[in-house]
């Protein structure tokens, strides 16, 4: 990845300090101000891949949220699963574990899902605990 680890901020939410939300009130949201700390800038163009061939996978809106379908997949491979804290429709999850802070199978946590361009990228359409180990979606900021 181009640039080094602090350029970089990972794609979940958290409704404890330090909060991070994309969505505060309105499903899909269109207003940045319902932004906390978020990761995706509006209006920008997101890629994957290598910096000799990008592959452009989708663009925000002006709230800084993705309106899928995106235009690829973050990841090709369907049996991969990255955490998120996030619902199909940009607004934080209640699953989160504990705000990122326990590993445990006492917790649950949402998480998005590979291979897929629909909002399944973000929240699978279901839990699992939070003793799994996943991945995280990294955005460089």
């Known amino acids: 990845m181009p640039g080094n680890g602090t350029d970089y901020k990972a ?19 269109t207003n ?4 906390v700390n978020w990761v995706l800038l509006p209006n920008q163009d997101y890629y994957k891949g290598t910096v000799t061939s990008p592959v452009k ?3 925000t809106n002006s709230a ?17 699963t990255w955490w998120t804290g996030i619902e199909d429709n940009w607004i934080s999850s209640p699953d989160h574990c504990a705000n990122w802070t326990d590993g445990t199978v006492i917790s649950n946590g949402q998480f998005g899902s590979g291979n897929t361009i629909s909002n399944a ?21």
């Open 11 to 29: 794609l979940i939410a958290s409704t404890l300090a330090p909060i991070r939300r994309a969505c505060n009130a309105t499903p899909n949201c």
């Open 32 to 35: 940045s101000a319902e932004n």
């Open 57 to 59: 996978v989708f663009t």
């Open 64 to 80: 800084g949220i993705v309106v899928f379908p995106s235009l690829s997949s973050i990841d090709s491979n369907a049996a991969t």
């Open 121 to 141: 990228s973000i929240a699978s359409g279901f839990t699992l605990d939070c003793s799994i180990s996943r991945k995280l979606v990294c955005v460089r900021q």
